[in-house]
Each structure stands twice: as structure tokens, then as C-alpha cells.
């Protein structure tokens, strides 16, 4: 009898894996036809051929799996079965008969969410009941059915071990075949909540959150353009690192930014961010960092607004053209004041309407005006401070400029909205202490802008939310919904500037407190976050269970949390190898090369060595390099990574996995039992490795590790 299954279901992927070759040549000729035919708008005919050659991608992606799993399901409506092939794009034939459902359909939620039996699910229609009678996942390869398996539920161990076991590469691998319960909820959480998703490190955060906006692109596609998304990652080699993955996923055109690159593209401006306290280890130099990424400093930005508002917007001059005033200072000023609708919400659009009435003003008082310009001409012609020429020519000017109401004019009258808010900004710091509630110390100073256009990065929140108050959110209110990666390392104001940015956005926010590796200006508990910025509507969610690392490796980095006092991650079925440590020498290179040497023949494509600093990895990188080793030094900025051999400091590391990890110079000199980031710095390190760990220690062993490296 399975045998008899196995051959209807080879028949049935030839029979798929042809139906995908005749929509792709269906595309293709399409394609070909509508190259033929220009359109007279250059914008939407360069969408519409994008649409076609990605459609082409995506199908040529599919010919070696074109799906993944099968649930057969009967509705209690109609009583029809439906047997639906889920793979990771929904593909449907020329006279539009599915030929298999995307792994994003309402539908296939069932294959990751419900046992065999009676089941439900939400459609745009309603809730949707039936029987589901069979839930069966293949393992296909180059377009050959390897084998499959009927299942009840998709946690099964079982299921997992294929997708865990195997090696890591230059991409996020996508977890369409293995999406478990847990992040399924996350994945198809609504796109009006917002949510947070404290996850232990391998939960999958970053791989759920992209998936997250393949599934809102998916189901909101007719509603929602995906350029109205967003991805904000935590440095650049980050963002390198994930930006196929969205394509992959059938999703393009979707924003994908560092906080650093966000802020320079609201403001519109070159800015050089510096991370000053990146180095910092001292926990009694923190409270400067921490405040200018607090509510309460976003509360002295809010009075110094305040201040400019009522006495800085309006000149203390009158309004003059020409040599002739028009309208005296007391006027404007009124006319100002009097902008007290809440609908004009920053100063730009109240400089706006006030110079929309004052012009208005004059056009209606033209006749007066234009008196009164002739009365003040006549008497420079008399005077002769004017010669008859210039006369008629500037009182032409002035009256065809009166008479279409100013606005040029009246708008460069209001210098300070031509102000770059970066220079703004430099003035509320000469003026800190005049609107603080207490004393501000001057070390605030210290870490901000020090030379022109050179910020700190704890000046990025205030420089966003100074901006929205000088003038508003503009086209940044057409996003709908973005997802933040890496989420511990910011403070609360830092997701406060990003939703007054974005005010027509839902937020769905990723991070690890345990992994917060800047401990002197982010935060340590989600509360404020949801209290502060989303006034509590805001969901949090667990992702508790760890799939990226070995059993081995992750009770062993969990000896980090215990020590910190922090809730320990649970590791997932899959066993491998104890982690190695070795007594170091730091001029020991063959060591290390040796070291090295040996996971390459373990056929690791994969491999990380990390040192706890930047500097500190470029020199690994130096040395090996000159010892015959083929190896990449990847930083913070721009370092792109086409697996292999890379040096990488434990910041730069966040967020990446890798075949094997050897860390460097694991001492109490360079991971401090005392310091809280030190720590997380480690554990961020041991828990970047999938199958194999490597400790490189010196004397004394940082003292989380020092229990377990003499017990065994």
C-alpha cells in the first residue's frame, strides 16, 4: 500500500513540476508581448514587466520543490474536499485552477496550527469548519521525491530534525516546511496590532519577522503596496544579510534600513553617526546614554518646542517687500496664535495656514495696499532715492505680487521652517537646562554632536521626533506596517520617534533582553515599550523554544543566563557535539590555525571566529590571513559575507548563525563577570554556532564558564 502512495505521489509532482513549465512559458510569453507594447506612463510599465520577471523567478525557483506539505480538507458548508499542495508561492494555470496554495493562504494556516480531526480556520469570508483527514509533508529535492510522511502535527520531532541538522549559507534560510505553532501566531498575528516578540536566541525571531511581512504582503496585497512596509535591522552587513530573503519569499520593494539610515532619509540629511559609547564598560558612565534615549528627555524636547513655537516661528520684524512694509510684526504674530486647530500638529503646516490667511489678507486688501505702496514710492521719487525706471518696474513687481497674495515672500519670512533640524537641534542642546525638570549634566554633551553633521547615536530618537514636531510625518505616513529586529538594543524613545515618524503604521518588534549588548542606553523590560509608545495596546509575545544550536551548545551558553540571573532558553531535540574548550596562548597562531583547519575538513561552509572587539578581529583576520588562510574580516558598516571563513566581533555578530564558532580570548580580562554587557557580549557569541562550538580561553576563564570547564 505505500508503495502504491509513494508512486501516485511521484506522479503527482511530474504532474506539478509540468504544470509549473507551462505557466512559465505562458508567463514568458506575456512578457515578451507586453515588452512590445510600451506604455505612455515609463513608471507603470517598469512595474508591470517587474511583476512578470518575478513571477518567472519564482517559478523557475519552483521546478526543483514546488511544494512542501498536503492537507486534504472538507468543508462542513458544502461538504467539498479540497486537497491542497502547500508550497511557498501559490501558483494557479492559465484558466486559473490552483495547482498549489501558498504556504500564506488562509487555508494552509491549518498545516501548521491543527491536529487531525475536526478543524477551523479564519478566512476574509469568516471562520471556515470542516475535517481535516490528512496532513502529509514531502522531502523533495532537485524535483525528485525523496520521501514523505503523514503527520499529525507539525511540531513532531521528527519534522524538525531534517530542517535543524542542516549547514548554514550566506542567506537566512526560510522556514516555510517548518514554521511551528508558536511563531505561526506571531507570522499571522493581525496587521492592525502591534506586537513584541521576546525571543531566546535561535527562536527564529529575524527568520519570523521576514516571514511576518511575506504573510501581511501576501493577504493585504490588493490594499497594500509593498513599499509600504518596512525592515529596520541593526547594522548594514545585517541588512545585507537578510535582503534576499524578502525576494525569495515572492515580496519586493519593501524598505529595509539601519535606525542610523532611517533617520538620515527622514530628516533628508548627511549625517555622520557615531556610536561614541559603543566601547563603553564602565557602568557609572551610562546615565548620559540612557537619558537621551528616555521619555524624559523626549519630555525637554517637547518644552524647548514649546519655546520656539511662541517666540522663535515669527520674526520680530515686520513684513517688508521691496523696501515697503505690508503688514507690521504685531499682525503675523496674531495671525499665528490664532492657529490653534490640532489638525495643524507642527509648525511647518501651522507656518502653512498662517501664511495661507495673511495672503489671502492682502489679496483682499490689495487696493488698500497698493495705496499705500504708491504713497511710499511716490515720496522715494520725490526724495529721489529712486529713479523713475526703477519706480515703475519695482512697483509693477511689487503690485503683481501683492495681487497674487505674497506666498513666495511670506514663506521665506519664516525662516526657521528652511532650517535643517539638525541645526535645530543644536540649539535645544545650548539650551537644555532651561526646560529640564532637573539639573542636566554636561557629560549629556559629551556624546553628541560634536562636529558638523556628526551625531552620537543616542541623538537619532530626538533628531526623528524633533523633525515630526518642526514638520510632521509627510510621505513616511503612507507605511502601514514595520517590523524592528534586534529590538533590545534600542530605548524607549527610540520606538516612541519611530511611530510619531510613522503614525499609520503597526509595529511588530523582535528582540532578546538577554542579548541586550548595550547595556548603557537600552532597555531592560518590555513594559515601558508597550505602556509608553503604544499607550498598552501592544501584545507580547514568547518565543521560548531555541532550533538554531545543539543541545550541547545551548546548555552550555545557558550557563551565561543562569549567571545573570535570566531565564535559560530551551534547547530543541537536536544533539551534537560537547563544546570544546582549549587553554590559549594568544601568539599561539598554529593553534588556532590547526583549529581551523579541522572544522574545514568537517566539510563546514560556514565558519566564525569571534573576538570581543572590532579592532581585535581585524587583527585575527591579519594574522591567519598571512598564515595561509583563506578568511573575510566582516564589520559593522558594509562587509557583505559569501560564507567560508570570516573574523567578526561579538556585536557584529548579532543576529547570525554559522556552522562552527571558534571565540577568542574567553578571560575575566576580556568577558567580565562583573559587567552585565560583557556577558550577553558571550552569550551572543556561543549561540551563533548551529553544530559546533570551540572555546579558546586564557587564565582566569570568565567566571560564568569556570564552574562547568572544571566539572568536567
Given at each position: 500500500m505505500e508503495n502504491i502512495v509513494l508512486e501516485k505521489e511521484k506522479e503527482k509532482l511530474e504532474s506539478v513540476i509540468k504544470q509549473y513549465h507551462e505557466v512559465f512559458e505562458d508567463v514568458t510569453l506575456a512578457l515578451n508581448s507586453q515588452r512590445k507594447r510600451?506604455?505612455?506612463?515609463?513608471?507603470?510599465?517598469?512595474?508591470?514587466?517587474?511583476?512578470?520577471?518575478?513571477?518567472?523567478?519564482?517559478?523557475?525557483?519552483?521546478?526543483?520543490?514546488?511544494?512542501?506539505?498536503?492537507?486534504?480538507?472538507?468543508?462542513?458548508?458544502?461538504?467539498?474536499?479540497?486537497?491542497?499542495?502547500?508550497?511557498?508561492?501559490?501558483?494557479?494555470?492559465?484558466?486559473?485552477?490552483?495547482?498549489?496554495?501558498?504556504?500564506?493562504?488562509?487555508?494552509?494556516?491549518?498545516?501548521?496550527?491543527?491536529?487531525?480531526?475536526?478543524?477551523?480556520?479564519?478566512?476574509?469570508?469568516?471562520?471556515?469548519?470542516?475535517?481535516?483527514?490528512?496532513?502529509?509533508?514531502?522531502?523533495?529535492?532537485?524535483?525528485?521525491?525523496?520521501?514523505?510522511?503523514?503527520?499529525?502535527?507539525?511540531?513532531?520531532?521528527?519534522?524538525?530534525?531534517?530542517?535543524?541538522?542542516?549547514?548554514?549559507?550566506?542567506?537566512?534560510?526560510?522556514?516555510?516546511?517548518?514554521?511551528?505553532?508558536?511563531?505561526?501566531?506571531?507570522?499571522?498575528?493581525?496587521?492592525?496590532?502591534?506586537?513584541?516578540?521576546?525571543?531566546?536566541?535561535?527562536?527564529?525571531?529575524?527568520?519570523?519577522?521576514?516571514?511576518?511581512?511575506?504573510?501581511?504582503?501576501?493577504?493585504?496585497?490588493?490594499?497594500?503596496?509593498?513599499?509600504?512596509?518596512?525592515?529596520?535591522?541593526?547594522?548594514?552587513?545585517?541588512?545585507?544579510?537578510?535582503?534576499?530573503?524578502?525576494?525569495?519569499l515572492d515580496v519586493t520593494s519593501v524598505s529595509q534600513l539601519t535606525y542610523a539610515e532611517f533617520v538620515q532619509e527622514f530628516l533628508d540629511e548627511e549625517l555622520n553617526v557615531q556610536d561614541i559609547g559603543y566601547n563603553k564598560k564602565n557602568s557609572n558612565s551610562v546615565n548620559p546614554y540612557h537619558y537621551k534615549m528616555s521619555m524624559e528627555y523626549k519630555k525637554i524636547i517637547d518644552e524647548y518646542v514649546k519655546f520656539v513655537d511662541q517666540y522663535l516661528v515669527v520674526p520680530n520684524k515686520d513684513f517688508i517687500v521691496k523696501g515697503v512694509t505690508l503688514l507690521p510684526k504685531e499682525v503675523l504674530l496674531k495671525t499665528y496664535q490664532e492657529i490653534t486647530d490640532p489638525i495643524y500638529d507642527n509648525i511647518e503646516t501651522k507656518i502653512e495656514r498662517c501664511v495661507l490667511l495673511l495672503s489671502n489678507y492682502i489679496k483682499n486688501n490689495s487696493a488698500k495696499l497698493l495705496s499705500v505702496v504708491n504713497q511710499q514710492f511716490n515720496q522715494l521719487l520725490d526724495s529721489k532715492k529712486i529713479t523713475k525706471d526703477k519706480y515703475h518696474k519695482d512697483y509693477q513687481s511689487l503690485k503683481k505680487e501683492i495681487e497674487s497674495g505674497c506666498v513666495t515672500s511670506l514663506r521665506k519670512h519664516f525662516a526657521i521652517k528652511n532650517k535643517k533640524t539638525s541645526i535645530i537641534y543644536q540649539d535645544f542642546l545650548k539650551k537644555l537646562n532651561q526646560y529640564a525638570e532637573r539639573e542636566i549634566n554636561d557629560s549629556l554633551k559629551e556624546i553628541t554632536l560634536t562636529t558638523k553633521n556628526t551625531v552620537s547615536f543616542e541623538d537619532l530618537p530626538a533628531l526623528i521626533y524633533l523633525h515630526t514636531l518642526l514638520h510632521g510625518a509627510k510621505d513616511y505616513k503612507k507605511y502601514r506596517?514595520?517590523?524592528?529586529?534586534?529590538?533590545?538594543?534600542?530605548?524607549?524613545?527610540?520606538?516612541?520617534?519611530?511611530?510619531?515618524?510613522?503614525?499609520?503604521?503597526?509595529?511588530?518588534?523582535?528582540?532578546?533582553?538577554?542579548?541586550?549588548?548595550?547595556?548603557?542606553?537600552?532597555?531592560?523590560?518590555?513594559?515601558?515599550?508597550?505602556?509608553?509608545?503604544?499607550?498598552?495596546?501592544?501584545?507580547?509575545?514568547?518565543?521560548?523554544?531555541?532550533?538554531?544550536?545543539?543541545?550541547?551548545?545551548?546548555?552550555?551558553?545557558?550557563?551565561?543566563?543562569?549567571?545573570?540571573?535570566?531565564?535559560?532558553?530551551?534547547?530543541?531535540?537536536?544533539?551534537?557535539?560537547?563544546?570544546?574548550?582549549?587553554?590559549y596562548n594568544p601568539n599561539n597562531i598554529a593553534l588556532l590555525k590547526n583549529k581551523i583547519e579541522d572544522l574545514i575538513q568537517k566539510k563546514y561552509q560556514s565558519i566564525a571566529i569571534i573576538s570581543r572587539t572590532e579592532t581585535e578581529a581585524e587583527e585575527i583576520a591579519k594574522l591567519l590571513s598571512d598564515n595561509g588562510i583563506n578568511i573575510k574580516y566582516i564589520n559593522m558598516e558594509n562587509s557583505t559575507y559569501e560564507s567560508g571563513i570570516c573574523s567578526i566581533s561579538s556585536q557584529c555578530s548579532k543576529g547570525l548563525e554559522f556552522d562552527a564558532v571558534v571565540i577568542m580570548n574567553v578571560s575575566e580580562k576580556s568577558y567580565s563577570s562583573d559587567n552585565n554587557t560583557d556577558l550577553k557580549n558571550l552569550y551572543v557569541s556561543m549561540t551563533r554556532a548551529l553544530h559546533e562550538l570551540e572555546i579558546l580561553y586564557q587564565e582566569p576563564i570568565t567566571k560564568p564558564l569556570e564552574r562547568k570547564l572544571y566539572r568536567k
Open positions: 510600451p506604455m505612455s506612463d515609463p513608471i507603470a510599465y517598469n512595474n508591470i514587466l517587474m511583476q512578470y520577471e518575478n513571477k518567472l523567478k519564482v517559478l523557475e525557483n519552483g521546478f526543483k520543490k514546488p511544494y512542501f506539505a498536503r492537507i486534504d480538507f472538507t468543508s462542513n458548508d458544502d461538504g467539498k474536499e479540497e486537497i491542497c499542495y502547500i508550497g511557498k508561492v501559490g501558483v494557479s494555470d492559465y484558466d486559473s485552477n490552483i495547482i498549489t496554495v501558498d504556504w500564506r493562504a488562509p487555508i494552509s494556516s491549518l498545516y501548521y496550527d491543527s491536529n487531525i480531526g475536526e478543524v477551523s480556520y479564519e478566512a476574509p469570508e469568516g471562520t471556515i469548519k470542516g475535517k481535516m483527514s490528512l496532513k502529509r509533508q514531502y522531502d523533495i529535492e532537485d524535483g525528485q521525491l525523496i520521501s514523505y510522511r503523514d503527520v499529525d502535527t507539525v511540531s513532531n520531532d521528527e519534522i524538525l530534525k531534517p530542517y535543524l541538522g542542516v549547514n548554514a549559507d550566506n542567506r537566512l534560510k526560510n522556514i516555510v516546511s517548518s514554521i511551528q505553532d508558536e511563531q505561526n501566531k506571531i507570522i499571522r498575528e493581525s496587521i492592525n496590532n502591534n506586537t513584541i516578540c521576546q525571543g531566546v536566541a535561535g527562536s527564529g525571531k529575524t527568520t519570523v519577522a521576514l516571514h511576518r511581512i511575506a504573510y501581511l504582503a501576501y493577504n493585504f496585497r490588493d490594499s497594500i503596496k509593498s513599499d509600504q512596509y518596512m525592515v529596520i535591522g541593526p547594522n548594514k552587513f545585517f541588512i545585507n544579510y537578510i535582503s534576499s530573503v524578502l525576494p525569495e506596517h514595520a517590523v524592528i529586529d534586534e529590538a533590545q538594543d534600542y530605548g524607549v524613545f527610540n520606538f516612541y520617534a519611530l511611530k510619531k515618524a510613522m503614525p499609520n503604521c503597526t509595529f511588530s518588534i523582535f528582540g532578546d533582553l538577554a542579548q541586550s549588548i548595550y547595556d548603557y542606553r537600552s532597555i531592560d523590560n518590555w513594559d515601558e515599550v508597550q505602556n509608553s509608545c503604544f499607550d498598552n495596546k501592544c501584545k507580547l509575545d514568547y518565543l521560548l523554544k531555541s532550533y538554531r544550536t545543539t543541545i550541547e551548545i545551548m546548555e552550555e551558553a545557558n550557563q551565561i543566563l543562569d549567571y545573570l540571573h535570566l531565564k535559560v532558553s530551551e534547547p530543541v531535540i537536536r544533539h551534537g557535539e560537547e563544546v570544546k574548550y582549549t587553554l
